[in-house]
Nanobody, 129 residues
Framework: QLQLVESGGDLVQPGGSLTLSCGAS????????IAWFRQAPGKGREAVSC????????TYAASVKGRFAVSVHNAKNTVYLEMNSLEPEDTAVYYC??????????????????????WGQGTQVTVSS
């Protein structure tokens, strides 16, 4: 069965760095598109990144572009979100999500949580002094 498990959330000071992991059990990254979302209290889930290996596409929300980076460890079938220069505004629960997407990529379009059927449980990231 498909399963996503996030880990790595922590309390970090502004300007610090943190890397989140998304273990993707039984998820073929050649066909599934993986996105990272985050949700702050009282707000909806916001897409922060999108990755498609098949289409060689990685995109980022404007709010994190240049600060966050997606990488993949193939042997572990794990997708990482490296976060740098963290700001208090980055505080949120971070989720990874997957959708079967063997055709044209969706990462270049606006993403909504409803597109993604497989979700991890979330991991808390708090940026505070």
């Amino acid at each position: 069965q498909l399963q996503l498990v996030e880990s790595g959330g922590d309390l970090v000071q502004p300007g610090g760095s943190l890397t989140l992991s998304c273990g993707a059990s039984n998820v073929d990254l050649n066909y599934y598109t993986i996105a990272w979302f985050r949700q702050a209290p009282g707000k909806g889930r916001e897409a922060v990144s999108c990755f498609s290996r098949r289409s060689l596409t990685t995109t980022y929300a404007a709010s994190v572009k240049g600060r966050f980076a997606v990488s993949v460890h193939n042997a572990k079938n794990t997708v990482y979100l490296e976060m740098n220069s963290l700001e208090p505004e980055d505080t949120a629960v971070y989720y990874c999500a997957a959708v079967w997407n063997p055709g044209p990529p969706i990462c270049n379009s606006d993403l909504s949580e409803g597109q993604f059927r497989i979700w991890g449980q979330g991991t808390q990231v708090t940026v505070s002094s």
